[in-house]
């Protein structure tokens, strides 16, 4: 049987499903070097994947720690401006003729 009636014939099985006949010599042994490279192959492209599901795993990681970081420095700016409210609100409320002009002397 030609390499490429072979391969077809292992695409068709899957790489499971050959791995389970190779190892239980379900195969014709005239077959085991087109299996072994085919196999090799699928391990390779497997790899692959996985590393490139790996980097999109890092990326959105990274993009998650800054989102984060951006919301505690809003967080924060935020609690700033509320005790500066709270501030202007308590003089307005103790002394309502305070006013700037009356610190600075004006």
């Known amino acids: 049987m030609e390499r490429d009636k072979i391969i077809a014939r292992l695409e068709e099985l899957g790489d499971s499903q050959v791995r389970i006949l190779f190892a239980s010599g ?22 692959q994947r996985n590393e490139a599901i790996q980097t999109e795993h890092i990326k959105a990681a990274r993009s998650a720690r800054r989102a984060a970081w951006s919301a505690s420095v809003a967080a924060m700016l935020s609690a700033v401006v509320a005790i500066a409210s709270l501030t202007v609100a308590w003089f307005a409320l103790y002394w309502p003729d305070f006013s700037i002009r009356t610190v600075l002397g004006h």
């Open 26 to 47: 379900g195969l014709p042994p005239l077959w085991q070097p087109t299996i072994v490279n085919w196999l090799v192959e699928k391990d390779q492209e497997q790899r």
